[in-house]
């Protein structure tokens, strides 16, 4: 082969024979890199280590510590499993096994599905193979030899994948030792690269290629890491969250639940409505001011939504709506509304609008509906009916840095009343699949990347990034992201310029000129699915949620029956208060109702017994503490009432 060059992370560059491999250039560098390196990138693509250079390029040598080399060691886990499960039961067919978020699965025919009984021996043949540091080497077969040794092994699901790969593309075989498997690569340079910072998870049945019509497969799912720690920590986040899921804790607190009737929908309990109507209130003072609430209908003619370009986009995840029959007696087709856009345009059209009325800022707590497949439906966090936030801003060009930045204000004033932290920011630029011209885009573009610069400038402890091509189709967007008590990543608020929707609706105000303009339309929401956002808050909290947002916040209970009319005069203060509160007086011992209320997350119990009649006190435990304060009941009263205080209203004074 002839002389390539190679750039180095660096900036020098270096100039090898094309036939070089990977493991050459590191063993050039140093041989103490050479002996950490697990594969190798030129110009961001990454290689087995194996693999001759071939042409020109920048060249990165990866170790395991490498956030790329994560990927490989999951994918080199996964052909681990597969290896153990053949040995101890040669009768099992081997599918397919891809990298998936936190780990790998490997889907297995065999006439007795796994179960996780089977873990404890596959991880310790899987340990191993691993201890065998057998190389991963790569042969490139032609189509009929392929098809030849994997039929003569009884693989059937192998050659029907080797006939779905098309003609012309190399047929990769992947060897750890004897075994071997077809595979796109890349791979680590042997098995012990794997390292022991595995664990098998779960089983689940799966059809092959995801066809019900096709036999059902048994999956193994398993997650694999670089270090024990990372193991350890993710294991550890699975324990908290399994903890904090909000459907379990959702039973626990008596706050919502869903049944087959109604899929994908909410059936609020009275304490889970409390909380839905708190987070509403909430936000409605915040908005108070600046935004005027509107509501739009929730059944539209189709045609309205053909216009929007939701019918041709979205058709299939929207409810059509008819009456007796598939068309309606005047032969119109309805709709329930998957948003609230195209509503807020027509609400904006009526009446003519002046620059001087501008920026004109509507919002709307409105019920959409949107078809998600039945497998997708996750308690709150993915329903087919749910409440958004939303509001559309339609401004001048001239505004519109200035809105998305009063948008961002608010945006992380609402996180911060939460508590959350660890906020990332990331703007989205233009798709390859469009509307509006580029000049649109350029200037969009431009504004936003300003209002990016200005709030890195003022809030410096905001991680912001760019994601290239994941805009809109019909505008650049700013996308939030917050983190939670345990570390996950939750994408809730959202800004968004819009070209499409004025143009669509013909949309316009009447400018200084005294000709029509065209608005620019913002899109902007905080909770973005109110239902999630509370899903959100219920694990983040694991039900322990802040005073002034409970749907419960007191309870009052008595240890014998000679304090009952004192605790109904201690509630009828916290009611006057504006507390929440509810009484309880029943013949139980006061550690059953204590460990009750616990139980369904209470925040603050107040004991009352003879005593505290005769002192005018009660006993203050709180929701995860086993200590119970004594002070008077006054005292009690001003520090519950400053702490059920929402943080907005806290800030009026």
Partial sequence: MSQVSLQFPDGSVRDYDGATTGAAVAESISKSLAKKAVAYAVDGTVRDLAEPLGASGKIEILTRDDPRALELIRHDTAHVLAEAVQELWPDTQVTIGPVIENGFYYDFARAEPFTPDDFPVIEKKMREIIGRNKPFTREVWDRDRARRVFADKGE????????????????????????????????MASTGQVGSAFKLMKVAGAYWRGDSNNPMLTRIYGTAWATQEQLDHYLHVLEEAEKRDHRRLGREMDLFHFQEE????????????????????????????????????????????????????????????????????????????????????????????????????????????????????????????????????????EQMAAECLKINDLIL??????????????????????????????????????????????????????????????????????????????????????????????????????????????HRAICGSMERFLGILIENYAGHMPLWFAPLQVVVATITSDADDYAREVQAKLKRAGLLTELDLRNEKINYKIREHSLAKVPVILVCGKREAEEGAVNVRRFGSRDQVSMSLDDALAQLTSEATPPDLLRQG
């Fill in 156 to 187: 059937g699901y192998k050659v029907e994948l080797i006939d779905a790969i098309p003609q012309g593309q190399d047929l990769k075989i992947y060897y750890q030792g004897d075994w071997f498997d077809l595979c796109r690569g890349p791979h």
């Fill in 262 to 397: 109604g899929p994908g929908v909410v059936f609020w309990h009275a304490k889970g409505w409390k909380m839905f109507q708190n987070l509403v209130s909430y936000m409605r003072r915040r908005l108070e001011g600046d935004y005027q609430e509107v509501n739009a209908p929730q059944v539209l003619d189709h045609s309205l939504w053909e216009t929007s370009g939701h019918w041709g986009w979205y058709r299939d995840n929207m409810f059509k709506v008819t009456v007796a029959g598939d068309e309606t007696e005047d032969e119109r087709v309805f709709a329930l509304k998957p948003m609230n856009c195209p509503g807020h345009v027509q609400i904006f059209k009526h009446g003519l609008k002046s620059y001087r009325e501008l920026p004109v800022r509507l919002a709307e707590f409105g019920t959409v509906h949107r078809y998600e497949p039945s497998g997708a439906l996750h308690g709150l966090m993915r329903v087919r009916g749910f409440t958004q936030d939303d509001a559309h801003i339609f401004c001048t060009d």
């Fill in 413 to 522: 004033s609402v996180y911060k009343d939460f508590g959350f932290e660890g906020i990332t920011i990331k703007l989205s630029t233009r798709p390859e699949k469009r509307v509006g011209s580029d000049a649109l885009w350029d200037r969009a573009e431009s504004v936003m990347m300003d209002v990016l610069k200005t709030i890195e400038q003022q809030s410096p402890e905001i991680k912001t990034g760019i994601l290239p091509g994941e805009g809109a189709f019909y505008g650049p967007k700013f996308e939030y992201t917050l983190k939670d008590a345990i570390g996950r990543e939750w994408q809730c608020g959202t800004t968004q310029v819009d070209f499409n929707l004025p143009e669509r609706f013909g949309a316009f105000y009447i400018g200084s000129d005294s000709e029509k303009k065209q608005p620019v339309m913002i």
